[in-house]
Nanobody, 123 residues
Framework: VQLQASGGGLVQAGGSLRLSCTAS????????MGWFRQAPGKEREFVSAINWFGVSTYYGDSVKGRSTISRDNTRNTVYLQMNSLKPEDTAVYYCAAGGSAITMPTMSGIDYWGKGTLVTVSS
């Protein structure tokens, strides 16, 4: 499985972005998927995860209430809608596949990482 994230860019504080992560391969629907981010000089941080069927979702405290994760298995794509963006949301955002959505915050069991997409939020 190869993952390609897109949708990043420059946005003003308070704005919104929708990130997409498209997977190659026919087994996308079998994987729980997640989003992480890494700001300069900081460790990679869990953002959100969704189980293979799209029923169970999880969010990191930093984005809870402002973000929504979803997936379309017919398009092999997982989305992250981010609203009310803050300058501290500035980071490279990565998608990941594998393991279990509920344990994804620990990064255990992740099989694949995508190349990141940069989100910059200006104040």
């Amino acid at each position: 499985v190869q993952l390609q994230a897109s949708g990043g860019g420059l946005v003003q504080a308070g704005g919104s972005l929708r990130l997409s992560c498209t997977a190659s391969g026919r087994t996308f629907s079998r994987y729980d998927m997640g989003w992480f981010r890494q700001a300069p000089g900081k460790e990679r941080e869990f953002v959100s995860a969704i189980n293979w069927f799209g029923v169970s979702t999880y969010y990191g405290d930093s984005v809870k209430g402002r973000s929504t994760i979803s997936r379309d298995n017919t398009r092999n794509t997982v989305y992250l809608q981010m609203n009310s963006l803050k300058p501290e949301d500035t980071a490279v955002y990565y998608c990941a596949a594998g393991g279990s959505a509920i344990t994804m915050p620990t990064m255990s069991g992740i099989d694949y990482w995508g190349k990141g997409t940069l989100v910059t939020v200006s104040s």
